[in-house]
């Protein structure tokens, strides 16, 4: 049997798209909520971002679906969506009030629910591996009406940021095809089809009582559009794949349980920080937010950032406890440094990644083949002040010896210069003499904590300068119901950043590390971020990696006394730490490996109760 390439072919790349203004010239046609400002004033800096990533551990990131769970793709110009016929009239889910949408358990899979009549139309999207190294994206449609519907499996010339392109488009059997290549595999051949274009109008227009048929239009302009109509039977669902393209899956496509169970696998190999007032599913979200975007690491469509943003990453990833991830996008921040694409006023950042690497992880391939670059960052890095002496040392044993360890010894460090402080001090590894307590101001005072880098960087510095903070209630109202945060404030005008950022991701976890945990001179100081919100309340934080070793404890209360239970898995050749817990106990310590202690009640303690 020939694969889809083979009867398919491929093309050239299309010519460029037309711009969101001539977009408003089109006529009446149904844009993505999103972009519908975008078009309006001929803006793509409108284009509000506010979609959730689907992505994979093998593939990446793969596509996006925005608010009324439009699909977009990222390697192609266009965009699959969902209207539905039902009743007396269609419902177009970007002009509905009633579209409510979720994550599942915080994963990367995300539920946009359409309101058709007194019950819901579900759609449910997730990435699947295919076999090809590049994942395809998986559509569930399901209906909760006790009467039928119909679905129409819409493709459009729509990208993220506006205006996509399709020259030609036609369904043959059970796909969908857009310039010749295989775009939604649908479960069976369509009951009807339609079409549209600029020149003809939207498709929309023509879904009525009797559709024309037709199964394919060409658009000179890039307009073409095509809908497949699926009938929609209660308890029945329709699986819709979004193959992009590709050869004919060898993987069979996974039930949502199977994606599901195979998230939670992964991320259980990582650390968990579950603190009072945080929902259960933000960790997984932060954390499979980051994972899958490991094999895409680097600037995505319509991010404005530098390259060493990724140092974020890497931090984010190996103070998560995931090695090999962070292994993975340390690496091409080294050859970017070597190729002279990183500015040396940008070094310190990776050389705190670097640090992240070798002082918690055990992957340490990357610093090896890369041991004269990590010399310079760490030597620059150190000299500059902004990363402490005990982490560069670590860091050049990790990548070339004893040797290279001592002579990073003999360096004296200096006075960090204010950009550096926050540069490395966003991820967590400032200097213990910085004045945490100036950053936490300066963080506060951006943005109004309106981002989730800002909001991390607060929780950081927080911590650090002694000063109670409690980040829960503003990530909730940043995250809104799918917990997704970009790199910058939405909204109006304001082109920072992609709408489902694993940076953003990152900073928020290690923010909530630095509160769960500050590893200082030959010890581990406990809750540094104590909150008096926290009072009463237990917490458990799980496989946590540090300098000494794996972490893990428990905080449970007895009336206005906390019981702290720890557990630590040193790394061989490691003394074990010495323990504090100073803000809820300043007396207590201990060195021992594991145990439990009942805590001294703090003041502000007096009369809490305990709670679970």
């Known amino acids: 049997m020939k694969s889809l390439r083979e009867r398919f072919g491929r093309i050239a790349p299309a010519p460029a798209s037309p711009s969101p203004a001539s977009l408003a010239e089109w006529g009446d046609w149904i844009w993505p909520k999103g972009l519908a400002t975008a078009v309006t004033t001929g803006d793509v800096g409108d284009v509000v971002r506010k979609w959730n990533t689907l992505s994979t551990l093998g593939a990446g990131a793969i596509a996006d679906v925005d608010p009324a769970g439009c699909i977009m793709l990222r390697n192609r110009p266009l965009a699959v969506d969902v209207w539905i016929g039902g009743g007396d009239r269609w419902w177009f889910p970007a002009r ?29 999207a997730w990435a699947d591996e295919s076999g090809d190294a590049r994942g395809r994206v998986m559509l569930q449609l399901s209906t909760e009406l006790e009467v039928p519907v119909v679905a129409a499996i819409v493709v459009r010339p729509i990208g993220l940021f506006g205006p996509g392109r399709i020259n030609e488009a036609r369904i043959s059997g059970d796909l969908m095809i857009a310039d010749r290549l295989p775009v939604v595999q649908l479960p069976r051949e369509p009951g009807d089809a339609a079409v549209g274009s600029r020149d003809q109008g939207d498709v929309h227009l023509k879904l009525g009582d009797e559709l024309v048929g037709e199964m394919s239009i060409e658009a000179p302009d890039g307009s073409a559009t095509i809908a497949a109509m699926l009938p929609l039977a209660p308890g029945i669902d329709q699986i819709v794949q979004i193959i992009d393209g590709r050869d004919e899956a060898t993987v069979a496509p996974a039930e949502l349980a199977q994606i599901v169970a195979g998230w939670k696998a992964h991320l259980n190999t990582g650390a968990s920080i579950e603190l009072p007032g945080w929902p259960k599913h933000v960790p997984p979200s932060l954390l499979s937010g980051m994972l899958g975007a490991v094999a895409t690491a680097g600037p995505q469509p319509g991010e404005e950032r530098p390259l060493s943003d990724d140092a974020l990453l890497t931090c984010g990833l190996a103070q998560a406890g995931f090695g090999w991830a962070a292994a993975t996008t340390l690496e091409p921040l080294l050859e970017a440094v070597t190729e002279g694409g990183i500015p040396r006023s940008e070094w310190a950042s990776v050389a705190a990644a670097c640090v992240a690497v070798g002082s918690l992880t055990t992957d340490h391939a990357p610093l090896e083949r890369n041991a004269d670059t990590v010399a310079t960052l760490v030597g620059h890095a150190l000299a500059a002040g902004a990363i402490e002496p005990v982490d560069a040392v670590t860091t050049m044993r990790a990548a070339a010896g004893d040797m290279a ?42 943005d109004g904590l309106r981002d989730a880098a800002t909001l991390g960087l607060a929780m950081v510095s927080s911590a650090r300068g002694g000063a109670s903070f409690d980040g829960a209630v503003p990530t909730r109202a940043l995250a809104g119901t799918t917990w997704r945060w970009s790199t910058g404030t939405d909204g109006p005008g304001l082109d920072r950043g992609c709408g489902d950022s694993p940076h953003a991701r990152a900073a928020l976890f290690l923010g909530l590390r630095a509160q769960a945990i500050h590893e200082v001179d030959g010890g581990l100081d406990l809750l540094p971020g104590f909150s008096s919100t926290w009072l009463g309340r237990n917490l458990d934080v799980k496989g946590l990696p540090t300098r000494f070793g794996t972490l893990s404890f428990h905080l449970r209360w007895h ?9 630590i898995e040193p790394i061989d050749g490691t003394e074990l730490p010495t323990i504090t817990v100073r803000a809820l106990d300043p007396a207590f310590s201990t060195t021992e490996g594991s145990g439990e202690a009942l805590l001294e009640a703090p003041a502000s303690a007096e009369g809490a109760s305990p709670s679970t």
């Open 96 to 124: 509905e009030a009633t579209v409510r949408q979720t994550r599942i358990e915080g994963l990367p899979i995300v539920e946009t629910r359409v309101k058709v009549g007194d019950a819901d139309v579900v759609l449910t």
């Open 405 to 446: 360890a001592q002579d990073t010894a003999q360096i004296r460090p200096g006075a960090p210069s204010p950009g550096d402080v926050r540069a490395v001090g966003r991820l967590g590894m400032l200097p213990a003499g910085a004045d945490w307590a100036a950053v936490h101001r300066a963080a506060e005072q951006v």
């Open 559 to 567: 009336g206005a006394r906390a019981a702290l239970l720890w557990e």
